[in-house]
């Protein structure tokens, strides 16, 4: 039996934590001499986001490697359930779609900050899997995933950069509409669907 392995990015698509993950990357960057505004941050999803960073803050490899630290001392501060909160509908839908599908989270944040939030939620139980912060990067879990099993595979997120990373490999990219990127920005990478509330990624996810 073919099932559905389903990887979803946390930030933008499970949680909304724009304004605390800005804090964050605007924080650190302000330690290194650099102002980050929200558009420019938004920016840093436009592809790979390590490269990203550097291009658009200008920065050295030293002042990268910098930037990196101080971000990552910062995140306990900030990614916590007082700043970061579920979307409306995300508890009722992932309570419903872990029964039929492998739901695995894929994301750049640090696991130890998305295990503390899904068990904060009451929702640990619901995914099976946490990939976060992975040499490998997005493109190489997903390769993974394809190799290892005959599953059908979905990776569900919010901005264009990730998107490309699941180009050329036959995986089924859904955009939602409430994250990071809005739908206009989202359609310019081609994902498989582009869905504006929980109710259509269920339908297309059971489908």
Not at 13 to 42: C, E, K, M, P
Request: glycine share 6%; charged share 20%.
């Amino acid at each position: 039996m073919i099932l559905k392995h389903v990887f979803f990015d946390f930030d933008g698509v499970l949680v909304d934590s724009f304004d605390a993950v800005y804090t964050i990357n605007r924080l650190a960057a302000q330690h290194i001499g650099r102002q980050l505004t929200r558009s420019q941050y938004r920016e840093f999803f436009y592809g790979n986001i390590h490269s990203r960073i550097s291009e658009v803050l200008g920065l050295s490899a030293a002042e990268l490697e910098l930037f990196t630290r101080c971000k990552y001392e910062l995140h306990p501060v900030h990614y916590t359930q007082n700043e970061v909160a579920p979307y409306d509908g995300t508890l009722e839908f992932l309570k419903k779609i872990h029964r039929s599908v492998y739901c695995d989270i894929l994301s750049s944040s640090p696991e130890k900050g998305i295990r503390c939030l899904l068990d904060a939620f009451g929702i640990s139980g619901c995914i099976r899997h946490i990939y976060a912060l992975n040499a490998e990067g997005k493109r190489g879990i997903l390769q993974g995933a394809l190799s290892h099993s005959s599953n059908q595979v979905y990776f569900i997120t919010d901005t264009i950069g990730a998107i490309c990373q699941a180009e050329r490999l036959p995986i089924t990219t859904i955009a939602v509409s409430w994250g990071f990127h809005d739908a206009q920005l989202l359609m310019s990478a081609r994902p498989d669907h582009v869905v504006s509330n929980f109710s259509e990624l269920l339908d297309v996810l059971l489908a």
